[in-house]
């Protein structure tokens, strides 16, 4: 779900749907159930090469919590790229949740930002890529829908930890001490 037909010239909307997936799927990442976003954060940039391989071809990292100061207020971008085949720079916003609304007026800040400070000459507009657990296709629609600037909401899959799933299927201690003690 985007909105970069309407925020976009062509070709580079084209180009920036092709680029973006739905979902992306992190399975070299293996969080716990309870993980928030600056864990998940910190697996992307500790798995960067994975990570910049399932983004695709044109991704380059620039850096994560990313300041920014808008007026008196500070802001942090999760994740900073410049996409070498768009020109452009893009924002990735990480959420641990379902998509909410508030999510895309947060990111349109963002992305005025990081063309009011980074964007040059010759950089296309940048773009903001909202990862999400889970969205409703139809609030994300309305809610970009009068956004001015180009954002994509994907949502992500990751492999949750192989510890729980282990712990689950093995046996307890009590259960084999009795398995021992009925072949005596």
């Known amino acids: 779900m985007n909105n970069f037909a309407i925020t976009l ?3 580079q909307s084209d180009l920036a749907k092709q680029t973006i997936k739905d979902p992306y799927v992190f399975d070299f990442l293996s969080m716990t159930k309870d993980y928030n976003e600056r864990d998940l954060e910190s697996g992307l940039v500790d798995h960067l090469t994975q990570f910049l391989l399932e983004l695709g071809a044109g991704f380059a990292y620039l850096g994560r919590q990313i300041q920014i100061n808008v007026g008196e207020r500070e802001f942090f971008l999760d994740l900073l790229f410049y996409h070498t085949r768009l020109n452009c720079y893009v924002v990735v916003e990480l959420k641990t949740g379902d998509f ?3 999510f895309a007026g947060k990111l349109n800040i963002y992305i ?3 063309n009011a400070h980074f964007r040059k000459k010759g950089d296309e507009p940048t773009i ?3 990862l999400c657990k889970k969205k409703d296709k139809l609030v994300a ?3 970009l829908s009068d956004i001015h600037k180009p954002i994509g ?3 992500y899959q990751l492999t949750q930890s192989l510890l729980h799933s282990l712990k ?3 046996p307890s201690i009590e259960e084999i001490e009795r398995e021992f003690d009925s072949e005596r």
């Open 128 to 130: 903001g890529i909202l």
């Open 100 to 102: 909410e609304p508030e």
């Open 168 to 170: 689950q299927s093995l």
């Open 153 to 155: 909401v994907s949502e």
């Open 141 to 143: 629609e309305y809610a």
């Open 9 to 11: 010239p062509s070709p």
């Open 112 to 114: 005025k930002a990081v």
